[in-house]
């Protein structure tokens, strides 16, 4: 744990802002694979402040599972099925053990990814309790910044609330 200073506390103001800029370019109900593990590994780096550790410390990482690595394991898996369940079976058992997987690849396709992986909108979620909790942090005057500091901060952090809620509100 370290404390936060106002050298870090400005850049993770201006990284928000960039990063809420950043997500408002790609599908709010879809997993972006890296978009996920640049979110892992920031709040990996938000987790060591003691002053955020309200907001992130329960915080769970991003899941980047896509609907494609769903499917390939479920597919790896109905073949396997196949070939070793259908040696126990006659003809008649292996077609229809085939078509009830193969519809439930199709069911499978139609899953939402946010059941298995952190959309886009799921990450801007999160992203959105840290800037309001930054925000809370700045407001408490702890950070003791000089004025023009002060409303620099204010600005970055009040764009990427503005870009986060947007997106979220849109997306629904």
């Not at 930054?134 to 003791?144: D, N, P, T, V, W």
Request: aromatic share 8%; with cysteine; glycine share 4%.
């Amino acid at each position: 744990m370290t404390e936060l200073t106002r050298k870090e506390f400005y850049q993770l103001a201006i990284e928000c802002r960039e990063r809420a800029l950043d997500l408002a370019r790609h599908d709010q109900h879809r997993v972006d694979r890296e978009q996920c593990r640049r979110f892992n590994s920031w709040l990996v780096e938000l987790k060591r402040y003691t002053r955020l550790q309200s907001a992130v410390g329960k915080m769970p990482p991003a899941r980047p599972i896509t609907r494609w690595h769903v499917m390939t394991g479920a597919l790896v898996l109905w073949l396997l099925v196949v070939f070793f369940a259908g040696d126990q079976m006659g003809n008649n058992g292996q077609r229809v053990l085939s078509v009830i997987l193969a519809g439930m690849l199709i069911l499978i396709y139609f899953l939402p990814e946010r059941l298995y992986g952190t959309t886009v909108e799921l990450l801007e979620g999160k992203m959105l309790r840290v800037v309001e909790t930054l925000e809370a942090i700045l407001q408490s005057q702890e950070m003791q910044f000089t004025e023009a500091a002060y409303f620099q901060v204010k600005e970055n952090l009040q764009i990427a609330r503005q870009e986060l809620r947007q997106q979220i509100h849109l997306a629904h």
